[in-house]
């Protein structure tokens, strides 16, 4: 027998008659943990043996306190007694304040904010009366109105002066609905009338050939000169998708019994 596999000329390394026998996961975390058992052990005995040997530590937090609830630290009051003290010292100096004002008539007020010193322009003893939003527009649709009929009347009273216009469309006219235009047809017409060049076209094409045969016949369709190559005359006989598929079996079966 002759063979090019790889897998025919080697074997696995981990399960050769030689190798070491191999353990499973679960044996394997238990023996893990038996070795971190017995080094937590191994420990303790040290300590339990040496009690000279001091203790070694790295954590930050064995060697600080919390400023804020150390021995000497002050009481520490909670958020509402906070509260309630500040709204009592503000109270004790808005009274503080209310004592000097009544003590101290002598002193002027003071006082920082520009609303006191200001008054509404609009609203002022002197200001003419306002007129509300609908009496503005009726006023406005009025002095229209009256713009209006002056021009009227001066065009009345003065027929000399010309018209005046700078419409662009005063000076122009429709292109095709002027008087001198060709009548316009529609789209029904349009298409209609392309119909019916076309078939006029065809008829005379059709009477050219019928009066002049000895004019060829031209064509520039390419399927017009070539033929199909698999069913030319000449063309080998072919088989179906079946009768190949059955030849190839027939193949294989023979090459099979010919290795045998």
Known sequence: LTSSDRTSFGRNYFNRPSAPEQESVEEA????????????FKKLAVDYAH?????TSSDPTSFGRNYFNRASAPEQEDSEEAKERAQILADALA??????DYAHPEIGVTVSDPIAFGRNYFNRASAPEQESMEEAEQRAQILVDAAALKKLAVDYAHPEIGVTSSDPTSFGRNYYSRPSAPEQEDSEEAEERAQILADALAFKKLAVDYAHPEIGV????PTSFGRNYYSRPSAPEQEDSEEAEERAQILADALAFKKL
Do not use: H, N
Request: net charge negative; glycine share 4%; aromatic share 4%.
């Open 218 to 221: 031209a064509s520039s369709d």
């Open 51 to 55: 009690p000279e040997i001091g203790l």
């Open 29 to 40: 975390e238990e023996r893990a943990e038996i070795l971190a058992d017995a080094l937590a």
């Open 95 to 100: 009274f503080k304040k209310l004592a000097v």
